[in-house]
């Protein structure tokens, strides 16, 4: 059974940096889809960064030169590194598993398996 737990969001200032984590477990971690994804109230969720198959990155236009995804393939771990955080950036962050997609894979329904979300609010 596959399982996504993600963490580590938080309360910050305008400025800060959060870094969010997603444990996986049940879930061939190479040359797989993993994403991260957000919502805000009242908002669609959208794509915020993915890894594709082949290890190619991608990132939303309104998070390059912030954010950052990596994974750590032993540890089956999915991490986004948030630095510089604005108050739009305010939302419920989910970390997202799939079989494969096209480039820039933020679409959310090219993945199956999301986390529970972990909040994140930014304060200005």
């Known amino acids: 059974q596959v399982h996504l737990v993600d963490s580590g969001g938080g309360s910050v200032q305008a400025g800060g940096s959060l870094r969010l984590s997603c444990e996986v477990s049940g879930f061939q971690f190479t040359k797989r889809l993993l994403g991260w994804f957000r919502q805000a109230p009242g908002k669609e969720r959208e794509g915020v960064a993915a890894i594709g198959p082949s290890g190619s990155i991608s990132y939303a236009d309104s998070v390059k030169g912030r954010f950052a995804i990596s994974k750590d393939s032993a540890q089956n771990t999915l991490y986004l590194e948030m630095n510089s955080l604005k108050p739009e950036d305010t939302a419920m962050y989910f970390c997202?598993?799939?079989?494969?997609?096209?480039?820039?894979?933020?679409?959310?329904?090219?993945?199956?398996?999301w986390g529970q979300g972990t909040q994140v609010t930014v304060s200005s």
């Open positions: 997202a598993a799939g079989g494969w997609g096209y480039y820039p894979f933020l679409s959310p329904g090219e993945y199956n398996y």
